[in-house]
Structure formats: C-alpha cells, structure tokens
C-alpha cells in the first residue's frame, strides 16, 4: 500500500512540476512520448508515467506496455529504496538483486534524472 501511494505521490509531484518547474517543463518537453514503468516483480503494484511534449500522464497497475521500466522485488524494498532518495541504496538494491532495469535502461535513467530535477 505504502509502494502504491508513493507511486500516485510521485505522479502528482511530476505533474505539478510539468506546469511550475521550468527546468523540468524544458527536461521533458523534448520528449515525444516515453512510457515508464514502475512496478514489484510479482505485477501485483505498479504504475505507468507518461510523457508526452511537455505533459506527464500516468495509469495504475504493472501491466501495461512500457518502453523503460524499474523493477523491485518487492513493494516493500521499492518503497524503501525510493523513499531514501539515496542513489548509492539503488545501486545496493541492484547489486543485491532486488532492483532491476527492464527494455530500455536510457530511459529509466532519464526518468531518474528527470526526477532529481524536481526533488
């Protein structure tokens, strides 16, 4: 429940973002249109951000087309990992085998870096 609620959180803080951030707004609106995953392993939790020309749309659930996704083990260490906002508890969570990337990895990290501009 927590993973699912930090996901909409997240949703919400993007899409403020797309219309008050300038850097953000300039980050993305390069973009034609990327789908980006978030999701536990399982599929039970997960959601889908979107980003299309400026403008940041999301889906619930884990199953979903994507182009770039991130994959956690469980929702209890996604929820932990994303909270810590700790690039270094990623790459733990990667080199443990409870974070992984799947399609494309450049888009996941671009997610990742559009994210750091906000927060």
Do not use: C
Request: zero cysteines.
């Amino acid at each position: 429940m927590r993973f699912t609620l930090l996901l909409f959180v997240l949703y919400k803080i993007l899409k403020w973002a797309s219309k008050h951030n300038p850097a953000f707004r300039n980050y993305i609106g390069s973009i034609h249109q990327v789908k980006i995953m978030i999701k536990t392993a399982d599929g039970k939790r997960g959601r889908l951000f979107i980003f299309d020309r400026g403008s940041v749309f999301t889906k619930s659930g884990a199953r979903h087309p994507y182009d770039g996704a991130i994959v956690w083990s469980d929702a209890a260490t996604g929820f932990r990992v994303m909270a810590s906002k700790s690039d270094e508890e990623q790459f733990k969570a990667a080199a443990a085998g409870k974070m992984k990337l799947d399609g494309m990895a450049f888009f996941a990290q671009w997610f990742n870096d559009g994210v750091k501009l906000v927060m």
